[in-house]
Structures are given as structure tokens and as C-alpha cells.
């Protein structure tokens, strides 16, 4: 749920136009005015050479026949032109990725399954066969099962559809089928088995209803597509081995519908989208996260544990701004490209949440905060999308899907996201982890509209309820035994829901119908902002009349001072029968905020130090210095430096902690001026043979700079120490298919001026070495021992990613102006002989054997 107080911005308030105050943002300087006057101009021209025509049509006294003429003419020149446009767009866009576009369209006609795309998912063909062979009898199963649940239930939800009945139940002869599994073992607990099935349905199922003479209804044909999860615990010591099994969806399914009968009109493109999002929506109160399907094998199996468990934890999600969104927004016939209206969307599970709509920007400032409790991590993703906000239909303008599981690990990521299935655009978010604590002592005052903490109520049944209002009436007139209004009451038993509130947060339970002792078994989560002041409301109701069956209130100070700050039992509803009961768990968690790991500072050498001008900049950089691994893997040991002493426990547990999962890939703020860098011995530095790694044909960068050909500069090609070091980590996301390289930062680079050195990095991935596929950090001035902190990601698969080479150099910005090569040094990694998916962090060596060779070349 979504916490109502929002960020105060950091920076100055936008620029309210050009007449703005002396603090605006944006000043009006010579190039600004000049191209507003161009724009302005363009503007005028288009807008005259539309309308002139008009006007001299009219002036010439010619019928108006030939300015629609004219205008069908301009019209169907530029859907020509638009069409010729697209295929010739299309056909350079298959020449120049063609591997990328037969893979897109073969897994848009065959639907490939994910075991195609992802190594760790399994094909289960066995599990299809097995499914197809038992299909027959799940047939059987749902006939029978629609026929005595499901129908009486619908009959006693409406008095109109009493007559209600299911004349024709077939599920057809195509069953369902696993394109995937993928299993857990090793990132669980040893008493569970966790298996994540990628389902697709495609079935010719035939269901057909009579709801009220004449009027039929009915499904003829169903799509339906997802990720279930399947968890096995406890595993047990004795038969089945399993105590239960819990399903549920980690994200909403998708879904398409073929109606028949009198709900055909639900197949019109009015009605579509609203009929399908509905039985999404109960699909996902029945079985997405937090909802759960749960099937005790065992009677020791606690099924309140099974079906709501306690959450991972809680995600605290800052949506700050974004920037270089798509403008579409257009004006006179599209002449006029405008800008957008933005507003974004956030889901986690069954929870979702809508921004504030900023007017005319493309970089939009929203500043909000979202608070989601989560239930599975690894597996639950937030689902962040943008819309252009218009008056018929909004226009969509990118989105972003971040697995929550590396918010659990990182505990923090503060960076830039770039949007997908978009041109161009990026949002920023920074993310925090909230773990639960049983420790009242870690109760802080809720900040800013944050939550302090988290309650979990678990609703089980209800007990002895009141038929209606006037047996409660006469309960509460004639005592606990009116054997006269026992007599004379012949209500029937009533339906029931319940509503459980926290001030204004109010959630409702399902209706159960016609019993005096409902059960509902189902789990609400809220945030809690003051645990002194605020309590636990629940309202029994019948959902027609909305009369009030029984009522309780309980104090969440309540629960700071029973154990493990829990309470499951049974109480006394107020305003309710005599003997009228309602038996729930309520369990209260401290939220607190997860800091980074520790990261170990690092520090150039002092003799760096004594020598480095006061204006070098480098201890001041912005973002957290990496922490330096001493950890290389066995392929590699031949390339690196002799042993040397390892760093103390406390040391290695930072290591470990801090970057082997890339926890420094995202930016966590500016070094403390308190902070400084310590450097590890320079024997705990991976060097590589420049031989056999890096090689003249792998300089990708010098072939495209305009300096190509040219001699290095003097100060280099007489230097002979060493060029410096660059710290890199490398690893591998398997949850999101990406290669992921952080540049930490450099030390000890080599002076190119009495200032220091504009440096800055740029990465290919061999064997790609155009201008497209180039990447490049920013630019750190006057500095040796830059900071970057700059993440950047590779869409190659694991086994793709195995085959190549990282190609790394450090360039020196401020020779621009010259002809002498920029490159201070460089280092190639090769990918095939590392463990992509362990990750590694390491100091490599910069040389440059080009100037190596060149040097031996001229001695010979």
C-alpha cells in the first residue's frame, strides 16, 4: 500500500516559462532565445503553408472542391510515403539484426518455450505426457466439481439466478501445457522444494449455462498464459514425504475468452477488456500473491501457515522522476510535434498504484513513495508503467520490470532505469528493503507518512451469528435466552463478509452464504503508523442490507506485549448474538530499513598522495568506492600476480558481502569527506598477460577515433612504470538474461597534465565494435583516482556471454583538440575463462601493447 506522504524534491522547483523568477531553473541565455525564435518561426512557416492555400482559393474565387482534392492528394501522398518508409525502415532493420528479428518472429508464431531462452528452465516433456494421458479425467474432475460447488454458490449469490445451471461442461481434448520449469533448492530451505512452471493453455474447453429461461451463456474457446509456483514443504521423514502443497501465481495471468450465448457481447471491443480484467481479477484473489491455493497432505500441516505465511519483507519504492520520454502529443495533423502528459503506474502482485499526471513534460518530477509488502523474493517482480494521459485513450511510453529479489539483495539501489518497448526514455528509482523484526526495542516514529510497522491478520471463521439485526434486537433486550424470539424467527442464515480497517485503509473479506459459522480463511496485510494510537477494526456485514452481524476493535499496543508479538484465538464480537465469536491471527512486525553491506574504502598509495596536486578531485567523487576482491578463479591463477598475505576475516566478509552479487552496481550517494581510500597491496591485483589477452586486433576503440594512425603523446611513450588500474565487476543476471559490467573506479592513472587527468571508459563487447554498440561512462575531471560507479548491460544469453571478450580502455578527454591518440591505457577480459554466474571483482592492470609493439618494432 501506498504511504501518502511524498518526497519533498531535492532540487529547485521547474521553470514556470519565460517570465520566471530569479530561482527558476532555467535561464534565458542567447542560444535559448535563439532557438526559441527558430522554433517559432518553423512554426509559422508550417502553419502558412497549410493555410495560405485556403486563403488563395478563396481569393481566387475557385470551388472548394479543389481544396478537399488537394487535401485527399497531400493525404494519400503521405500514407504512401509513410508505407514506403516502414518497409524500407523494416528491411535495413533485418540487415542490420537479423539473428535478433528470425529469433523475435520465431518465438511470436511458435511460441518457444522458455527452456529455449533460459538455461536454468528445464524442458518437462515427460510432465506433458503425463498431462495429456489425465486429461480425460480432469474433465471429469471440473464437471463434477462446477456442477456441485460451483453452481449451488452462484444460485445463493443472487435470488435472479436461482434457476441457474450448467448444461454442457467439456474441457475439450488439447490440455494444458509446461513450456518450462525451473526448480530451487539451493536458494531455499532445506525443508521445501520450490518449482516455478511456465504454463500455457490453449484449449478447445465448451462450457454452457442457462442462467434464466431464455437467456444462455457460455465459453467456447480459452487462452490462458503464466507462471505458477509450486511449493513442496515441509518435506517430511515419512509417507507422502510432503506435508502440502501450496500454488499460487506470482504475477496475473493472462487471459482471452471466446463467449458464447447471450455473453457473446462481452467479445465486442467495448466489453473485452472489462470482461476478461474481471475474471483476472478473481483469479488473482484466488490465486496471485498474497492469495494462495494450499492442499494439506498430512493432518500435522498447519493450513494458516500454508496459505499465509509471513511476507519476505517490505519494499519501499521512491519514484522520483524520469527523463527523455517519448513525445505523442501532436498538433495541426501532426505538423506540430508537441510533448506528453506522463503518468506512471506501479504493481506489485494484486497491489497497484497510480501517479500524479505532470502536464506537457518530458522530464517529469513526481517524487511520490509506494510502500509494497512482499511475499516471494526471488520471483516477484515490480511492474512500473508509463502512459501519455488523453482525453480517449492513453498512450503507452515504456515500462520497466525489476525482480525484487535484487532489492533483497542489494538492501538499496538508487540509479537510472532505462525504459523497454520504447525508442528512448529513463526513469529513476531508488528502492529500499525493509526486513520484519520481532524486537519492540527497534520501533521507530514513523517519518515523512512512512510506515513504522506491519500487521499480518490471518481471518479463519466465524461463530453462532445473528440471522439479522432483530435477532441481535431482541439479544440485547430479553438477555442471552429469549426462547420466544427463538420461536418465532424463522430467518434464514445469513451471507456474510467481513471488513477489517486501519483508519482509512479498509479491506473486505469474500461472502460466504446462508451460515451462521462462515469461514473464510483468508490473509490482509496493513501498514501501521503508529502503533500507540491506532487499532485493528473489524466489521461482520451482510452485503445487501449492509447490517452490522458483530463487531471488534483491537489495540495494536496489544501485541508489543505478548510473545513474538502474535495473537491467534478466539473473541467475543460486541453488537453480535450472545454466544457470537470470530477466531483470527494478528501479527505484528517492526519494519526496519536494511543498510548496504559494508564496503571496504580504498586509497591510493601515499607516495600518490605526496605527489597528486591539491586540486585532484578523485577522494571527492561522486558515488561509493568499490571494495577490492582478492578471490580470482582457478582458470585465471596462472595470469595473476604471486600470493600474498589475504585480508583479515572481518575484511573478506566485507569483500564477500559488498560485490561478489554486484552489490555496488548501483549508486548509493557521494563519499563523506571522512571517508578515504585504502588501497590493498598491489599483489592482490589481478594481472593478465597481455599476450595472450589482449592483442593489436582488439584495440576496437583507436579504429573509430578520429586519431586513428596517430603516435601517443610523449609523456606516455617515454613513461615506463605503470599505467594504473581499473577496478571491474563482472557478472551475470540469470533472472533477467543480462550481462552486467560495473566500472567501480581507477587508481594510480597516469598524469596527462600538471591538473591531473580527464579521464573516462569505454567498453565493447567484442566482437561488436560499432559506434551503436559503444559504451562509455562520463567523464571525471582532474582526477587519477576517478569514481564512476556506472553499471552498464548486455542483452546476450549465458552461453553467448561464455564466447566473448570485454574489451576495456581509459581514454584521456582533454586531447580532443589534438592529434595524439587519448588511450592511457587498456585491458582485455575474457569471459570464457570466468564464472559468469559467481560474479567477479577484481583490479586489472592497465598496459598499452600497442605502444609496446610499436616500440619494439622501431628498436628492431
Known amino acids: 500500500m501506498a504511504s501518502d506522504g511524498q518526497m519533498k524534491p531535492s532540487g529547485a522547483a521547474e521553470g514556470a516559462g519565460l517570465g520566471g523568477s530569479h530561482g527558476s531553473t532555467e535561464t534565458l541565455s542567447s542560444s535559448a532565445v535563439n532557438r526559441l525564435l527558430m522554433e517559432f518561426l518553423i512554426y509559422f512557416g508550417r502553419a502558412m503553408f497549410v493555410l495560405y492555400p485556403v486563403y488563395l482559393t478563396g481569393y481566387l474565387g475557385l470551388s472548394v472542391s479543389w481544396v478537399l482534392l488537394c487535401?485527399?492528394?497531400?493525404?494519400?501522398?503521405?500514407?504512401?510515403?509513410?508505407?514506403?518508409?516502414?518497409?524500407?525502415?523494416?528491411?535495413?532493420?533485418?540487415?542490420?539484426?537479423?539473428?535478433?528479428?528470425?529469433?523475435?518472429?520465431?518465438?511470436?508464431?511458435?511460441?518457444?518455450?522458455?527452456?529455449?531462452?533460459?538455461?536454468?528452465?528445464?524442458?518437462?516433456?515427460?510432465?506433458?505426457?503425463?498431462?495429456?494421458?489425465?486429461?480425460?479425467?480432469?474433465?471429469?474432475?471440473?464437471?463434477?466439481?462446477?456442477?456441485?460447488?460451483?453452481?449451488?454458490?452462484?444460485?445463493?449469490?443472487?435470488?435472479?439466478?436461482?434457476?441457474?445451471?450448467?448444461?454442457?461442461?467439456?474441457?475439450?481434448?488439447?490440455?494444458?501445457?509446461?513450456?518450462?520449469?525451473?526448480?530451487?533448492?539451493?536458494?531455499?530451505?532445506?525443508?521445501?522444494?520450490?518449482?516455478?512452471?511456465?504454463?500455457?493453455?490453449?484449449?478447445?474447453?465448451?462450457?454452457?449455462?442457462?442462467?434464466?429461461?431464455?437467456?444462455?451463456?457460455?465459453?467456447?474457446?480459452?487462452?490462458?498464459?503464466?507462471?505458477?509456483?509450486?511449493?513442496?514443504?515441509?518435506?517430511?521423514?515419512?509417507?507422502?514425504?510432503?506435508?502440502?502443497?501450496?500454488?499460487?501465481?506470482?504475477?496475473?495471468?493472462?487471459?482471452?475468452?471466446?463467449?458464447?450465448?447471450?455473453?457473446?457481447?462481452?467479445?465486442?471491443?467495448?466489453?473485452?477488456?472489462?470482461?476478461?480484467?474481471?475474471?483476472?481479477?478473481?483469479?488473482?484473489?484466488?490465486?496471485?500473491?498474497?492469495?494462495?491455493?494450499?492442499?494439506?497432505?498430512?493432518?500435522?500441516?498447519?493450513?494458516?501457515?500454508?496459505?499465509?505465511?509471513?511476507?519476505?519483507?517490505?519494499?519501499?519504492?521512491?519514484?522520483?522522476?524520469?527523463?527523455?520520454?517519448?513525445?505523442?502529443?501532436?498538433?495541426?495533423?501532426?505538423?506540430?510535434?508537441?510533448?506528453?502528459?506522463?503518468y506512471a503506474t506501479l504493481r506489485v502482485g494484486n497491489r497497484h498504484f497510480k501517479t500524479k499526471t505532470i502536464k506537457e513534460n518530458l522530464h517529469p518530477k513526481w517524487n511520490e513513495v509506494y510502500e509494497f509488502v512482499v511475499h516471494e523474493a526471488p520471483g516477484q517482480e515490480l511492474e512500473l508503467d508509463l502512459f501519455d494521459e488523453d482525453t480517449d485513450k492513453d498512450d503507452f511510453i515504456g515500462q520497466y520490470r525489476l525482480d525484487l529479489g535484487e532489492v533483497k539483495r542489494e538492501k538499496e539501489i538508487d540509479q537510472w532505469f532505462p525504459l523497454d518497448d520504447v525508442q528512448n526514455g529513463e526513469v529513476h528509482l531508488k528502492l529500499q528493503w525493509l526486513s520484519l523484526q520481532t524486537n519492540p526495542n527497534l520501533l521507530m516514529e514513523s517519518e515523512g507518512g512512512f510506515a513504522c510497522a506491519m500487521l499480518a491478520v490471518y481471518l479463519d471463521n466465524a461463530s453462532n451469528l445473528p440471522k439479522d439485526r432483530s435477532e441481535i434486537t431482541d439479544h440485547q433486550k430479553h438477555g442471552k435466552h429469549s426462547k420466544e424470539a427463538r420461536l418465532t424467527k424463522r430467518t434464514a442464515c445469513p451471507n456474510s463478509l467481513v471488513e477489517l480497517s486501519i483508519d482509512n485503509d479498509v479491506q473486505k473479506s469474500k461472502i460466504v452464504f446462508s451460515s451462521k459459522d462462515p469461514v473464510w480463511e483468508e490473509g490482509f496485510t496493513f501498514f501501521v503508523h503508529d502503533i500507540k494510537t491506532q487499532q485493528l477494526s473489524v466489521q461482520i456485514k451482510e452485503p445487501e442490507k449492509k447490517t452490522v452481524l458483530g463487531v471488534l476493535n483491537l489495540p495494536l499496543s496489544r501485541l508489543l506485549g505478548v510473545s513474538n508479538m502474535a495473537i491467534d484465538q478466539r473473541f467475543p464480537l460486541e453488537r453480535s448474538g450472545a454466544n457470537s465469536q470470530i477466531k483470527l491471527k494478528a501479527t505484528l512486525r517492526i519494519l526496519s530499513l536494511e543498510k548496504p553491506p559494508p564496503k571496504v574504502v580504498l586509497s591510493p598509495p601515499s607516495q600518490v598522495r605526496q605527489r597528486g596536486p591539491k586540486t585532484n578531485q578523485g577522494v571527492n567523487g561522486p558515488g561509493s568506492s568499490p571494495s577490492a576482491a582478492t578471490s580470482s578463479s582457478p582458470e585465471l591463477s596462472s595470469n595473476t600476480a604471486p600470493a600474498a598475505p589475504f585480508p583479515s576475516a572481518a575484511q573478506a566478509a566485507g569483500l564477500q558481502n559488498g560485490l561478489h552479487d554486484d552489490q555496488s552496481s548501483h549508486g548509493r550517494g557521494s563519499?563523506?569527506?571522512?571517508?578515504?581510500?585504502?588501497?590493498?597491496?598491489?599483489?592482490?591485483?589481478?594481472?593478465?598477460?597481455?599476450?595472450?589477452?589482449?592483442?593489436?586486433?582488439?584495440?576496437?576503440?583507436?579504429?573509430?577515433?578520429?586519431?586513428?594512425?596517430?603516435?601517443?603523446?610523449?609523456?606516455?611513450?617515454?613513461?615506463?612504470?605503470?599505467?594504473?588500474?581499473?577496478?571491474?565487476?563482472?557478472?551475470?543476471?540469470?533472472?533477467?538474461?543480462?550481462?552486467?559490467?560495473?566500472?567501480?573506479?581507477?587508481?594510480?592513472?597516469?598524469?596527462?597534465?600538471?591538473?591531473?587527468?580527464?579521464?573516462?571508459?569505454?567498453?565493447?563487447?567484442?566482437?561488436?565494435?560499432?559506434?551503436?554498440?559503444?559504451?562509455?561512462?562520463?567523464?571525471?575531471?582532474?582526477?587519477?583516482?576517478?569514481?564512476?560507479?556506472?553499471?552498464?548491460?548486455?542483452?546476450?544469453?549465458?552461453?553467448?556471454?561464455?564466447?566473448?571478450?570485454?574489451?576495456?580502455?581509459?581514454?584521456?578527454?582533454?586531447?580532443?583538440?589534438?592529434?595524439?591518440?587519448?588511450?592511457?591505457?587498456?585491458?582485455?577480459?575474457?569471459?570464457?575463462?570466468?564464472?559468469?554466474?559467481?560474479?567477479?571483482?577484481?583490479?586489472?592492470?592497465?598496459?598499452?601493447?600497442?605502444?609496446?609493439?610499436?616500440?619494439?618494432?622501431?628498436?628492431?
Open 71 to 342: 487535401m485527399m492528394m497531400v493525404t494519400w501522398w503521405k500514407k504512401n510515403r509513410q508505407w514506403k518508409d516502414a518497409r524500407i525502415g523494416t528491411a535495413i532493420d533485418f540487415v542490420d539484426n537479423e539473428t535478433q528479428v528470425v529469433h523475435k518472429e520465431l518465438e511470436s508464431a511458435l511460441q518457444m518455450a522458455s527452456w529455449v531462452h533460459f538455461p536454468d528452465v528445464e524442458k518437462v516433456d515427460w510432465v506433458n505426457k503425463v498431462l495429456q494421458q489425465a486429461w480425460p479425467f480432469f474433465g471429469m474432475y471440473m464437471e463434477k466439481l462446477l456442477k456441485e460447488n460451483i453452481e449451488p454458490a452462484v444460485r445463493l449469490s443472487n435470488p435472479a439466478l436461482k434457476t441457474f445451471k450448467f448444461t454442457k461442461v467439456h474441457f475439450g481434448h488439447i490440455p494444458l501445457r509446461i513450456t518450462g520449469m525451473k526448480a530451487y533448492t539451493h536458494e531455499v530451505d532445506q525443508r521445501e522444494v520450490v518449482l516455478d512452471l511456465n504454463i500455457c493453455y490453449d484449449g478447445d474447453v465448451d462450457i454452457d449455462a442457462l442462467v434464466k429461461e431464455p437467456i444462455t451463456a457460455g465459453v467456447k474457446g480459452l487462452k490462458l498464459k503464466g507462471m505458477i509456483r509450486v511449493i513442496l514443504e515441509p518435506l517430511i521423514g515419512e509417507a507422502p514425504l510432503v506435508g502440502g502443497v501450496t500454488l499460487f501465481f506470482i504475477r496475473r495471468p493472462t487471459l482471452e475468452i471466446n463467449w458464447t450465448g447471450m455473453t457473446n457481447l462481452l467479445d465486442s471491443p467495448a466489453f473485452s477488456s472489462l470482461s476478461e480484467g474481471t475474471i483476472v481479477d478473481i483469479i488473482a484473489s484466488l490465486m496471485v500473491l498474497p492469495n494462495r491455493m494450499c492442499v494439506p497432505l498430512v493432518d500435522q500441516v498447519k493450513v494458516d501457515q500454508m496459505r499465509f505465511p509471513l511476507p519476505r519483507g517490505v519494499v519501499r519504492v521512491h519514484l522520483l522522476e524520469a527523463r527523455d520520454l517519448v513525445a505523442k502529443d501532436t498538433y495541426m495533423m501532426g505538423l506540430v510535434k508537441g510533448k506528453s502528459d506522463p
Open 671 to 860: 563519499l563523506q569527506p571522512s571517508e578515504t581510500w585504502r588501497s590493498p597491496p598491489p599483489s592482490h591485483m589481478r594481472r593478465f598477460d597481455s599476450h595472450s589477452l589482449l592483442s593489436d586486433n582488439s584495440i576496437a576503440s583507436s579504429r573509430f577515433d578520429l586519431t586513428e594512425g596517430a603516435s601517443f603523446p610523449e609523456a606516455i611513450r617515454k613513461h615506463q612504470g605503470s599505467f594504473g588500474e581499473i577496478h571491474l565487476t563482472v557478472r551475470y543476471a540469470t533472472l533477467r538474461n543480462k550481462l552486467i559490467v560495473m566500472v567501480d573506479a581507477c587508481r594510480n592513472l597516469f598524469r596527462c597534465s600538471e591538473n591531473g587527468t580527464d579521464s573516462y571508459v569505454r567498453l565493447y563487447l567484442l566482437p561488436e565494435q560499432s559506434w551503436i554498440h559503444r559504451k562509455k561512462t562520463h567523464v571525471k575531471k582532474r582526477s587519477l583516482n576517478p569514481v564512476f560507479n556506472e553499471k552498464f548491460e548486455f542483452d546476450v544469453s549465458l552461453e553467448e556471454a561464455k564466447t566473448r571478450k570485454l574489451d576495456v580502455a581509459v581514454k584521456n578527454n582533454r586531447m580532443f583538440h589534438t592529434r595524439e591518440r587519448k588511450d592511457i591505457g587498456m585491458v582485455m577480459v575474457d569471459f570464457s575463462q570466468l564464472d559468469l554466474t559467481r560474479g567477479i571483482t577484481e583490479w586489472f592492470e592497465l598496459t598499452l601493447p600497442v605502444l609496446k609493439n610499436a616500440v619494439s618494432r622501431a628498436e628492431l
